[in-house]
């Protein structure tokens, strides 16, 4: 079982940005493919990116492709999401999510809670 904790969300206006954060609990990122998804009011979650073990292989979700950034750091244990000129349409729920392969289903692996991110026009 693997804990994830994410962080960083908030309210933003139209244009902002914001720096999303996600560390396990009591567990290494480094054998895991990770990734973020999202979720808005009244939608089905969704995927955003995915970044593989070493952070050669990153896939954009293509509402997010040149404005959002995903990386790890796995000496800090840590994988991040800097989101850049933010949309009303990314707001919803974040969440991190700890897998065994580069996929980008919306099932598999282990999820943190969320972090709410709120983009205001």
């Known amino acids: 079982q693997v804990q994830l904790v994410e962080s960083g969300g908030g309210l933003v206006q139209a244009g902002g940005s914001l720096n999303l954060s996600c560390a396990p609990s009591g567990r290494t990122i480094s054998p895991y493919v990770m990734g973020w998804f999202r979720q808005g009011p009244g939608q089905e979650r969704e995927f955003v990116a995915v970044?593989?073990?070493?952070?050669?292989?990153?896939i954009y979700a293509d509402s997010v492709e040149g404005r959002f950034v995903i990386s790890r750091d796995n000496d800090k244990n840590t994988v991040y999401l800097q989101m850049n000129n933010l949309r009303p349409e990314d707001t919803g729920v974040y969440y991190c999510?700890?897998?065994?392969?580069?996929?980008?289903?919306?099932?598999?692996?282990?999820w943190g809670q969320g972090t709410q991110v709120t983009v205001s026009s």
């Open positions: 970044i593989g073990w070493t952070g050669a292989a990153i």
């Open positions: 999510n700890a897998r065994r392969a580069v996929t980008i289903n919306t099932i598999d692996g282990y």
